[in-house]
């Protein structure tokens, strides 16, 4: 990509790879939450749900300022990383982690419903011919929801991708090290000559979102056609 | 293998409490819908827990509430038939077919796979996904998945009751051939007196949430008391044996002696059958009657008779071929004086014994 500066190429990459990480992480524990939400009744469910949900209505500013209070060097969980190496304050790490939490609502909202479009009777019939409830679980719930998984997974990347106000507040704009996409793009507008770089990134930003979209359309398809059962 | 049952389960407005036992052979759970059957299936195989109750198959205990026993649906080894199916929708017939024997500890794999698939006419099937069956081999298929389980028992709740009657009619002879093979003994529900009259060995009339009568399927029917499908259901069956198959259309039955002709059945000269004589289509008369075109004439003895509610008396009568049930009016049976222990002949019309009533 040689029409694209070291600057923007290096923008580009580490958002991809926040993006990736992000996503990839909050898949165990979202789809967990998910079917919890789904299937289970237990205290705390409305509680565990709002919490969830936050950051979807929260300014990503203020979110991004609790992240910084809690995971900061001084914070009570940050401490505790930082004295292990594994400090997320102004590190790519905590990019992803930013990202993580502001699109993990929307990766939580797609899979719970497509938990609740599976037929219980479908578990039941399961558990009657002696599966336990993990492999019920692993070889009947998992496949159905697969592409409500899948949905959930490429919004939470888009998502990801574009994190702009959670990220600068906890990470700040570190070139190289928290300088995602979006604020590259940030940082470009504030600089006289930056607009030429600023677009290209739009472009680049453009291109990945479309591809995300046409390969979940794609992919949903298939396997859409595969639950059905055709 | 025997299953036993005793449970108690409330909801608002309805009381569940039934108590009855499942012999080998198969077992009908026989009533309305509504009547509470398949809240008792569903007990039995772990998926609804009732307030209260015990159910013990053969030596295991699966549920002593008193105990706090409850084992889990997976560890239960029953085999469930749903009404709807359930077939795993992404997997392939054959991948529905083994979901449950490969979570069968290899001692217990005794079921044949081959045998499974060529007694329910699966082979074409094999892979192809669940979206593309028609109703009827979706049954099948559901079936053959419950056999493969290495199911102790099989329980099948109104398997046939989302199926038009010529699958129905498909899939009969394949649960009279799983019963006739002798192997699990099978829990079966349905609210249809025909499926009842068919297959059951053992019946357990089951009357809004209780347990009304338990015995073999000839003497529960044969009970004109029993009519938890409503009296119009009502009906005995009779066994018999084909005796030949005429040119016109007919086949001749022996009925303890006596003969008994029936719409062209599909069951060779030789072999036996059970026959429903639904209560309605039987007319009595004091003398032998001539100059009719009936042609099933069975002479008998009555053994009792019920005046019910409305105008109809139901009359049971004693014949060589067994118990039958008569509808009558109540007028009719004070015209004719029939009391117990009169003497009458039983006329019931051949074309009215519909093709669903007759089963190996």
Redesign the interface.
């Known amino acids: 990509m040689t029409w694209l500066g070291p600057a923007e190429w290096e923008a580009v990459r580490l958002s991809l790879r926040v993006a990736f990480w992000a996503t990839l992480l909050s898949l165990p524990p979202g789809i967990f939450v998910a079917y919890a939400l789904a299937r289970w009744q237990f205290p705390g469910k409305s509680l565990l749900n709002g919490l969830v949900h936050l950051p979807l209505i929260l300014p990503p500013v203020v979110t991004g300022y609790l992240l910084l209070l809690t995971f900061g060097p001084q914070g009570p969980l940050g401490r505790p990383l930082e004295a292990m190496g594994l400090g997320l304050a102004f590190r790519w790490t905590g990019a992803a982690l930013a990202a993580a939490v502001m699109a993990f609502p929307l990766l939580v909202r797609s899979v719970r419903l497509s938990v609740e479009a599976v037929d219980p009777g479908l578990e039941e019939a399961a558990a009657t011919l002696g599966a336990p409830s993990a492999w019920v679980f692993a070889t009947v719930t998992l496949p159905l929801i697969l592409p409500g998984i899948l949905a959930g997974a490429i919004l939470a990347f888009a998502k990801a991708m574009g994190e702009f106000g959670a990220t600068i507040t906890f990470v700040s704009n570190i070139p190289g090290e928290t300088r995602t996409l979006p604020s590259a793009v940030y940082t470009f507008l504030q600089v006289p000559g930056g607009e030429a770089s600023a677009l290209r990134l739009v472009v680049v930003s453009v291109i990945v979102a479309m591809a995300a979209l046409a390969l979940s359309e794609i992919l949903a398809r298939r396997i859409a056609a595969r639950v059905a059962g055709r | 293998m025997t299953l036993e049952v005793r449970l108690r389960h409330g909801w608002p407005g309805f009381d569940l409490d039934v108590a009855f036992r499942a012999p080998a052979g198969v077992t009908v759970l026989y009533g309305r819908s509504g009547s509470g059957k398949s809240t008792v299936v569903d007990a039995v195989?772990?998926?609804l827990r009732p307030q209260s109750g015990r159910i013990v198959l053969g030596d295991r205990v699966l549920l002593d509430t008193d105990r706090g026993v409850a084992m889990?649906?997976?560890?239960?080894?029953?085999?469930?038939v749903?009404q709807?199916g359930?077939?795993?929708?992404?997997l392939t017939v054959r991948q529905n077919l083994m979901?449950?024997r490969r979570?069968?500890p290899a001692a217990r794999r005794r079921t044949d796979p081959e045998r499974v698939i060529a007694m329910l006419g699966l082979g074409p099937l094999l892979s192809r996904?669940?979206?593309?069956l028609s109703g009827g081999e979706k049954q099948r298929v559901a079936i053959g998945?419950?056999l493969l389980?290495e199911p102790e028992m099989l329980?099948a709740d109104e398997p046939l009751a989302s199926l038009d009657a010529p699958r129905k009619a498909e899939i009969l002879p394949y649960i009279e051939r799983l019963r006739d093979a002798g192997g699990v003994p099978i829990l079966y529900v349905t609210h249809s007196v025909a499926e009842v009259a068919r297959l059951a060995t053992w019946v357990v009339a089951l009357e809004a949430g209780h347990t009304t009568r338990e015995g073999p399927a000839q003497e529960v029917l044969g009970d004109p008391m029993v009519t938890p499908a409503g009296v119009r259901a009502a009906g005995a069956v009779i066994e018999a044996t084909v005796m030949r198959h005429h040119d016109d259309g007919l086949t001749e039955l022996d009925a303890g002696g006596t003969p008994l002709f029936l719409p062209r059945v599909g069951i060779a000269a030789g072999g036996r059958l059970r026959v429903r004589i639904a209560a309605q289509d039987v007319i009595l008369s004091r003398g032998a009657p001539e100059g009719l075109s009936a042609l099933n004439v069975l002479p008998g003895r009555v053994a009792a008779l019920r005046q019910g509610e409305g105008p109809g008396a139901m009359v049971v009568l004693d014949t060589p071929a067994g118990r039958l049930l008569a509808r009558v009016t109540r007028r009719s049976a004070a015209a004719l004086g029939l009391a117990e222990g009169t003497e009458c002949h039983a006329v019931m019309k051949t074309v009215a014994i519909a093709p669903e009533d007759v089963g190996a």
């Not at chain 2, 996904?129 to 593309?132: D, K, Q």
Request: proline fraction near 13%.
């Open positions: 195989a772990g998926l889990p649906p997976h560890r239960r080894r029953l085999g469930y749903f709807d359930r077939l795993f929708p992404h979901y449950g979570l069968a996904r669940p979206g593309t998945r419950a389980a329980l």
